[in-house]
């Protein structure tokens, strides 16, 4: 008896993991460098100096924040695109008919309530943060760009949720452990946010950086999107200017977007260890991004996702970078090697 209760166990937990693995089959290496990502933020804002357990708690609870927004963000995606989803990805859970709306719904709200929970443990500003853009992106998801016909409306503003990874890490240092007390921004029930005008350079830094390598990823993607979008009336750059002209914007998205990665470099404790990195990907995605927009439009909706794929990856390694890069320094700063 006891044996049959502990396989139902088992299996309840089962369940919803093998759901989450075949839901959506992300590749291992992704999946780990998400933790890399959400990991090298407050390690950047922090900077080389000794750690102790209060550095170490900011950063595990930022990873966990940051790691069941993404899943809450995905899946919120998943319900409102449904429609959209059933024209260009088929083989979803809602549109495939693998799982109701109503039971997504509750494993979408499951996961924003860890979000907000993780969220407030760092402090009250890091849940303002997370709850601003989760009602931002749930309604712009939902309503507004299907409703708003303004130019490219839905592309300009879907990196949002990404700009929360580059400033919720800041947020957390200047809320727990600031470093610079220049300027100190205090609110009754609040707390204080305690930080510097460099602080706040290198943080504007890091926000263009991410907006512009995730918009340029999201164009390619859009154009292969493109016919679900404009059958619903959903306004990205392919549908508002066409598929040449949004692979050419995507091709420029990328080029300003090393240009914040070098700044990124110069105004940071970032080392030449980054910067050699980058510099290798930057090329690598220009290359791509040119001999993407100089194809037929034919061609251009079977190689959108491709290079929107590459893409993505372009903004996943680049944090990865800088958390291997801080990661080094640290160790070397640690044991004295230079």
């Known amino acids: 008896m006891v044996k049959k209760t502990r396989n139902r166990k088992c299996d309840v937990l089962k369940k919803p993991i093998n759901f989450l693995a075949d839901w959506r089959p992300l590749p291992f290496y992704e999946l780990m460098s998400y933790i890399l990502m959400y990991a090298s933020v407050p390690m950047l804002a922090y900077g080389i100096q000794a750690y102790d357990l209060e550095i170490v708690r900011i950063i595990i609870l930022t990873i966990l ?11 919120w995606n998943d319900i409102t695109d449904a429609d959209i989803d059933a024209i260009v990805h088929p083989d979803r859970p809602v549109p495939a008919g693998t799982i109701s709306k109503k039971k997504f719904f509750v494993v979408a709200l499951v996961f924003s309530a860890m979000t907000f929970i993780f969220a407030i443990l760092v402090s009250v500003w890091c849940l303002i943060l997370v709850g601003a853009t989760a009602l931002f992106v749930a309604f712009h998801n939902k309503f507004l760009k299907k409703i708003i016909k ?27 452990l600031p470093q610079s007390t220049d300027l100190i921004f205090e609110l009754p029930l609040f707390g204080t946010i305690s930080t510097g005008g460099r602080e706040i350079q290198n943080m504007i830094l890091l926000v263009l950086f991410t907006y512009f390598a995730d918009n340029a990823h999201d164009l390619p993607e859009g154009i292969h999107d493109m ?29 300003i977007s090393g240009i914040f990665g070098i700044l990124l470099f110069i105004r940071t404790i970032l080392s030449p260890i980054f910067l050699m990195s980058f510099l290798v990907l930057w090329v690598y995605i220009l290359y791509n991004s040119y001999a993407f927009a100089k194809v037929g439009k034919e061609d251009m909706t079977k190689m959108g996702e491709i290079v929107g794929r590459k893409g993505f990856n372009y903004l996943l390694m680049s944090y990865n970078f800088i958390f291997l890069d801080v ?12």
Not at 70 to 75: E, G, K, R, S, V
Not at 157 to 172: K, R
Not at 242 to 248: I, P
Request: glycine share 6%; aromatic share 18%; net charge neutral.
């Open 65 to 75: 924040t940051m790691y069941s927004g993404f899943f809450a963000a995905l899946i």
């Open 150 to 176: 303004i130019p490219a409306y839905s592309e300009i503003f879907t990196p949002i949720q990404w700009l929360t990874v580059a400033i919720f890490g800041f947020l957390a240092i200047w809320t727990v």
């Open 227 to 255: 016919e679900g979008d404009r059958k619903l009336g959903v306004k990205t750059y392919a549908t508002s200017f066409g598929e040449k002209n949004a692979a050419k914007i995507s091709f420029c998205m990328f080029f």
């Open 327 to 338: 990661l080094l320094q640290l160790i070397s700063h640690h044991f004295d090697i230079l």
